[in-house]
């Protein structure tokens, strides 16, 4: 029999079965307006000065986006300085007043401040630092080599080269970005949509006896096996895709805003001191492949665990415990990194690892620690991808 | 066929390992997790509740007068002995006058903390003519935390989803339709049963809880309003707190139950076992593990708000009152009651599925164990904990900057080693020698966002090896606020981050630190866990350590060592010191009782002998001096052998005293220069121009 054309027929009737239900569209549309509404929040609440000067904003905005003039400056610490001396002097005034551009002083100040001031003395001075870091790693690299010790030699090298040539271009709106950057709810609700989705996968075989049926089909054993993996991972695929494409539809729209995109990474604050240099475009798709591959891992962990359990119930609760286990160490034992390298959770949570500059000593080379978490993460996959395929109902008895 | 429902339910689908696993979570939470209200106060309960039976009830002019008095007796008290400590270092009172006096005073004094608990109370209950006076901890432990029992919740999802669903999925419900008992009662049984198992769960957990507050903190006064408890202090429903316990107590069991009916519901409307746990969890788990304010859904009849009763409690903005509670509960149940009418229209029966055997499945655990450190012979005092010496490098600190320097050419680099010290990372500790390994505290600034920005600050104990300058991180404090994808808020322990240590010394897996809020209490925390508790609640300004015991002068200023291992402390009357320095020799001290001349007590005979006639500030020691520095800055050197003193002139206050290396390190603080002195020749040597820390 044609093996493939029983591949493309399982295939359509594996979606059929576990995903073609009438309340599973239902339930991720309301999924994604909790998503949409969760972020929402987020952005208003991370925006609130923002939002009673809207239009001011965006006037002053257009004038100083872009490479950062003196004329801009100048413009600027016309307004700011003042602001800021009182400030110093705890002399700013809260009570509203003609001269001011919000409300009052206090609110000038605390607009002013946030939305530019701040943001535009980080990009300014941005290569300054980085220069800095470069000459320290530098010294570093003469002190250590006087040692003996190779290892701090390798890894501040590395430092030097990362750091040496950074600068930011000039001021864009990042803070929408930065929204984008603490926002992990849609990870959790994908993660919940696969628990479910993919629980049954092949408990149900063993529940309705329909394995015994399975064995005895010329297409039972790997084929099924290579149709049940492709429904799954298509489904992460296009569920995170969704999801996805979802957070960054709606900070764009809210923002309104995409210079930011073609700025280096290293624009957001929070990743001031990280290992990257790529654009934040890069970054976003690169941060995204790496959760993908963290929900294979956790889609994986789901489908072992139904291959091992015969209820439906008991593949539920065990997933669910060793998930949030996961979730647990995780958060709860970050200075143990090494179990945290096998774990999907880091994966998902990378920009946690990804806004570090840390290294961890292999066989006396530096490696970061983002490529120790995505090397665990796939070594973690080949594993429990390898089990599945020793476990699944189709594939124990002999032929 | 109650009986048998119930078997099915439980027994045949295994669901009552759900249920004992979920009693003993509840447990473990409510036993090991439960926190007192006011640790302070429980731990001066005793001072507390004997001036508490003077006031218990409501207030009267007596009971204010008595307080008043009271409180400013012991304010006196307390200033007293704070004179007293000062005159006695001056030199003003004599030690026997001083020691009887303080120690009369003390004993009124110890009364102060939970007198001032007291005090706090009483201008809490004066506010309002409804307060009374009770020991609140218990209540406050019972009643205080609203939220819902997400683990309940999802109990009952995963034992109730089978109920109506089972039957759906095996194609069994047309069958049970011809049975000759009606199916309409079988419908009545299961709903029955399924809302009982829930309110029975609920009575236990909370059964649990009000054993657990009864026994560990005590529950008197009950009959006081609930006004009087601080978490409801605006509550205006008039009810005590018996009452607030029980009507939060119906509302829980009417929003489990509730609960209960959503679940059957679900499971007959939606028919398959996985999609109504999944519905289960987004509609009743996910709200309010999302919406972190559990008073959102306080006027909403659902269990998001039911099943945390005591939200109901308290005052405030948007308090509901007794009426507008009773039309929640009433709302709540036509809830159920339309649910219950659809359940009988619907019309279904359970037929139970054979007994399956329960898997064993794989878990893969991995746990870090770490082991001791091997004991060395180390000399730690915490006022020289500013600078550690290797055969090649000294650490050293000053002024919140750290340096290294290379011992046999003074070449001198920003400590920590990292490449990105003076940008964001940092250390402000001092340091912990042992061997050739150097303990300190690293701190890198992470900036959550950028303009005002939230700061966090991720502190490690770090490790360095002062001869290959490997360095390790040893611990690091989890300033990880949010889990679980940052819906669950775990408020991070800031004052126990690590970042305020600045005198600390590890023996076995314990570090024992100074706090840095000024308290002088030695607190000891495990490497292995993290866990810390109050070691020493002394007024301890400085300590030393020798590989075994722990140095510090009492209230009397007497040397008391305690053997860390055995736990026991041997108090020495021959050493009266402002100051001591631990050195192989002996304990080098500032004799208080000799106008703070320089002694030393002997470890081999026990025996204390006049050093010199100088009144010194600090000590160090090497092979053939003993080097020290004046209150007024003036150093010298007193060679062991012969006894002569030699002054020399200083070039600023010393930074590092080199012990085994031929310098000692001055700082100018005006120039913001490093010199190096030559121990030999007391020569300036070196010159080196540092960065300002301002």
Redesign the interface.
């Known amino acids: 029999m044609n093996t493939g054309k029983i591949y493309r027929q399982l295939l359509f009737y594996e979606v059929k079965k576990c995903l073609r239900?009438p309340?599973l569209p239902v339930?991720v549309v309301?999924?994604l307006l909790?998503n949409g509404w969760?972020l929402n929040q987020s952005y208003r609440k991370?925006m609130s000065i923002r939002e009673e000067s809207e239009e001011l904003y965006e006037d002053f905005y257009s004038q100083w986006k872009g490479t950062i003039t003196e004329e801009n400056v100048r413009e600027l610490m016309k307004i700011y300085a003042p602001l800021k001396k009182n400030a110093e002097r705890m002399a700013l005034s809260s009570q509203g007043g003609s001269g001011t551009y919000t409300s009052t002083e206090r609110q000038d100040y605390?607009f002013f401040?946030?939305?530019?001031?701040?943001?535009m003395e980080?990009d300014y001075l941005y290569s300054n630092?980085a220069v800095?870091?470069?000459n320290?790693?530098y010294?570093?690299v003469m002190?250590?080599r006087e040692?003996?010790?190779s290892?701090?030699v390798r890894k501040?090298t590395l430092?030097?080269r990362q750091?040496a040539e950074r600068s930011i271009p000039g001021f864009s709106d990042?803070?929408y970005l930065?929204v984008w950057f603490?926002h992990?709810?849609s990870?959790?609700l994908i993660v919940?949509l696969c628990v479910?989705c993919l629980?049954?996968m092949f408990v149900e075989e063993k529940e309705s006896q329909m394995f015994m049926l399975l064995r005895t089909t010329p297409g039972g054993n790997k084929t099924t096996y290579l149709a049940k993996m492709t429904v799954c991972f298509a489904f992460i695929l296009v569920i995170s895709f969704i999801f996805y494409f979802e957070d960054i539809c709606i900070l764009q729209g809210l923002s309104g805003h995409a210079d930011a995109l073609s700025s280096p990474v290293y624009a957001?604050?929070?990743m001031?001191?990280g290992a990257f240099s790529m654009s934040m475009l890069s970054f976003i798709v690169w941060s995204y492949g790496v959760r993908l591959l963290g929900l294979m891992c956790i889609g994986s962990t789901v489908l072992?665990?139904s291959c091992?359990?015969?209820?439906?119930?008991?593949v539920?609760?065990?997933s669910?415990a060793?998930l949030?286990?996961m979730?647990?160490m995780q958060?709860?034992l970050?200075?143990?990194y090494?179990?945290n390298l096998a774990n999907p959770m880091e994966l998902?949570m990378i920009r946690r690892a990804a806004?570090?500059?840390e290294y961890v000593n292999f066989l006396g080379y530096p490696m970061l620690k983002t490529t120790g978490v995505i090397i665990g993460g796939v070594m973690y996959l080949l594993l429990m991808q390898l089990?599945v395929y020793r476990t699944n109902p189709g594939h124990l008895l002999k032929r | 066929m109650v009986w048998f429902e119930i078997k099915k339910m439980l027994v045949y689908r295994k669901s009552y390992w759900i249920l004992i696993t979920l009693l003993i979570i509840e447990c473990i939470q409510i036993l090991g997790f439960t926190r007192p209200y006011d640790a302070v106060l429980e731990k001066n309960r005793n001072i507390y509740e004997e001036a508490l039976s003077k006031v218990e009830g409501e207030l009267t002019e007596d009971k204010r007068d008595y307080l008043e008095t009271e409180m400013r007796y012991l304010n006196d008290v307390h200033m007293k002995m704070a004179d007293l400590q000062m005159s006695y270092y001056r030199g003003e009172t004599e030690e026997e006058d001083f020691r009887e006096e303080f120690s009369s005073l003390s004993e009124v004094d110890e009364r102060y903390v939970g007198f001032t608990k007291l005090y706090n109370q009483y201008i809490f209950v004066r506010e309002d003519a409804n307060r009374s006076f009770l020991y609140t901890g218990g209540w406050e432990a019972l009643l205080n935390d609203p939220k819902v029992d997400l683990l309940l919740t999802l109990a009952l999802i995963l034992v109730l989803s089978s109920v109506f669903s089972e039957e759906y999925a095996t194609g069994m419900n047309c069958l049970l339709c011809a049975q000759p008992v009606g199916p309409d009662r079988t419908v009545r049984i299961k709903a029955a049963i399924s809302m009982g198992l829930a309110a029975l769960l609920c009575l236990l957990a909370e059964a649990i809880r009000l054993g657990y507050c009864a026994g560990a903190f005590g529950l008197s006064g009950g009959e006081y309003r609930l006004c009087s408890l601080v978490s409801f202090g605006n509550e205006t429903k008039e009810l005590t707190l018996w009452q607030g316990f029980f009507l939060q107590l119906i509302l829980k069991i009417l929003g489990y139950m509730e609960t209960a009916c959503i679940i059957l519901f679900l499971s007959v409307w939606m028919k398959k076992y996985s999609l109504v746990i999944m519905t289960g969890i987004v509609l009743l788990i996910l709200p309010p593990l999302t919406w972190q304010d559990p008073f959102t859904f306080r006027g909403i009849p659902m269990p998001w708000s039911l099943c945390a009763g005591n939200v109901y409690l308290f005052g405030g903005e948007g308090e509901l009152s007794l009426l507008q509670i009773a039309l929640v509960m009433a709302e709540a149940v036509v809830m159920m009651g339309l649910i219950l009418f659809f359940l009988h229209r619907k019309n279904r029966n359970f037929h139970g599925s054979k007994g399956l055997k329960f898997a064993a499945c794989l878990l893969l655990m991995l746990f870090a164990t770490g082991c001791g450190r091997e004991e060395t012979t180390v000399y730690y005092n915490s006022d020289g904990a500013s600078f550690a010496e290797a055969d090649s490098y000294m650490a050293v600190m000053y002024s919140d900057t750290g340096y290294l320097i290379q011992k046999d050419d003074g070449k001198i680099s920003d400590f920590p080693l990292n490449a990105r010290t003076g940008e964001n990372v940092f250390s402000k500790s001092g340091f912990f020698l042992a061997g050739e390994e150097c303990f300190y505290i690293q701190s890198s600034a992470i900036y959550e966002n950028s303009g005002m920005p939230m700061v966090r600050n991720d502190v490690c104990l770090m490790k360095i090896n002062l001869r290959t300058l490997q360095t390790e991180e040893v611990f690091r404090w989890n300033q990880e606020t949010g889990w679980l994808f940052g819906l669950i808020d775990r408020n991070a322990q800031t004052d126990m981050n690590g970042m305020w240590i600045q005198k600390f010394f590890i023996h076995r897996q314990y570090m024992y630190f100074l706090r840095g809020d000024g308290s002088g209490e030695i607190d000891r925390m495990n490497l292995l866990t993290g866990e810390s508790e109050v070691f020493l609640n002394k007024d301890i300004i400085r300590f030393s350590y020798d590989g075994k015991s722990f140095y510090y002068t009492d209230d009397f200023g007497r040397l008391v060592i305690y053997d860390l291992d055995r736990d026991r402390e041997e108090t020495l009357e021959t050493v009266v010191a402002e100051n001591f320095t631990l050195a192989p020799e002996g304990i080098y001290f500032s004799n208080m009782r000799d106008g703070k001349k320089l002694y030393l007590y002997s470890y081999d005979s026990g025996e204390v002998s006049k050093v010199c006639e100088e009144t010194v500030f600090r000590v160090y020691t090497d092979e053939s001096n003993v080097w020290f520095q004046t209150v007024s800055g003036v150093c010298g050197r007193m060679n062991r052998a012969s006894g002569e003193i030699e002054f020399f002139e200083a070039p600023g206050f010393i930074l590092a005293f080199s012990k085994d290396g031929d310098y000692i390190y001055f700082i100018d603080e005006a120039e913001w220069v490093i010199y190096a002195m030559d121990k030999s020749t007391l020569e300036v040597c070196g010159k080196f121009e540092v960065e300002s820390p301002y």
């Open positions: 239900t309340w339930f309301f999924l909790l969760k991370a605390m401040a946030s939305q530019f001031a701040e943001e980080y630092q800095r870091t470069a320290n790693a010294s570093l002190l250590f040692t003996g010790n290892y701090e501040n430092i030097y750091f990042t803070k930065e603490q992990d709810y990870s959790l919940l479910f629980s049954g957001l604050r929070p001031e001191s072992l665990i091992l359990c015969t209820r439906t119930l008991s539920f609760a065990i669910t060793i949030l286990a979730s647990y958060a709860a970050r200075q143990w090494v179990i998902l806004s570090v500059c089990l």
